[in-house]
């Protein structure tokens, strides 16, 4: 079963969700278009890559968030695993009203 997560509001509106060791990212523009459209959202990572020379940050899409079919929860899905917010807390965090708020880990089989 996956670790329970945390969700952060960040600078400039991103969001932050840390599961455990891994950190992922949910852009402004990306947000908005889930709440206010319904839209899925792009759960993103900066991962680096070490070549030849210094190493760089590379942004690769990990997952997504997406409305629960009741329309009360966000359900975010990433390598890590598959978490459900409440929707009320997300906007709290969204807003910038809660600086986090806790992501529940949802049981195998279960898509919320």
Do not use: K, W
Request: with cysteine; glycine share 14%.
């Amino acid at each position: 079963m996956p670790e329970p997560g945390t969700l952060a509001y960040g600078s400039g509106g991103v969001l932050h969700v840390m599961v455990d060791a891994e950190h992922y990212r949910i852009d402004p523009a990306d947000v908005q278009a889930l709440l206010f459209s319904g839209r899925s959202a792009s759960v993103l990572q900066i991962r680096v890559v070490r070549g030849g020379g210094a190493p760089m940050g590379r942004t690769t899409i990990e997952g997504y968030a997406a409305l629960n079919c009741t329309g009360q929860a966000v359900a975010l899905h990433t390598r890590a695993g598959s978490y459900v917010i409440p929707l009320v807390s997300f906007q709290r965090v969204t807003r910038g009203e809660a600086a986090s708020a806790p992501l529940f880990p949802l049981l195998p089989g279960v898509t919320g």
